[in-house]
């Protein structure tokens, strides 16, 4: 079981940063990989960035490369997103799942056995 839970939503300027943060628990969450994903309403729920809790291997989506950063810090239990030039289809609710898959399916979120329940970002001047 892991459990997944995001705060750092909010509103944000464009050309603006942003955090979001991701507190993880569990009895086997340090076997999983932990992405971060996003839905915009009347999408798809897509891929942003993911990284290996074990070893802390990281893949980014192209289309955030260079303005969003995933890290964690395994002290806290905590993954991050750092999001900076923000635009504002970066608009969405992003989410944070858990997933043991191979690096090659880490953008699939058919994968992912757990997320945690949202957390709404709005890009807006």
């Known amino acids: 079981q892991v459990q997944l839970v995001e705060s750092g939503g909010g509103l944000v300027f464009p050309g603006g940063s942003l955090g979001l943060s991701c507190g993880v628990s569990?009895?086997?969450?340090?076997?999983?990989?932990m992405g971060w994903f996003r839905q915009a309403p009347g999408k798809e729920r897509e891929f942003v960035a993911a990284i290996r809790w074990s070893g802390g291997t990281t893949r980014t989506a192209d289309i955030v490369r260079g303005r969003f950063t995933i890290s964690k810090d395994s002290a806290k239990n905590m993954v991050y997103l750092q999001m900076n030039n923000v635009k504002p289809e970066d608009t969405a609710v992003y989410y944070c799942?858990?997933?043991?898959?191979?690096?090659?399916?880490?953008?699939?979120?058919?994968?992912?056995?757990?997320w945690g329940q949202g957390t709404q970002v709005t890009v807006s001047s």
């Open positions: 569990g009895s086997t969450f340090r076997t999983y990989t």
């Open positions: 799942g858990a997933t043991r898959v191979v690096f090659s399916s880490w953008h699939d979120s058919q994968y992912y056995n757990y």
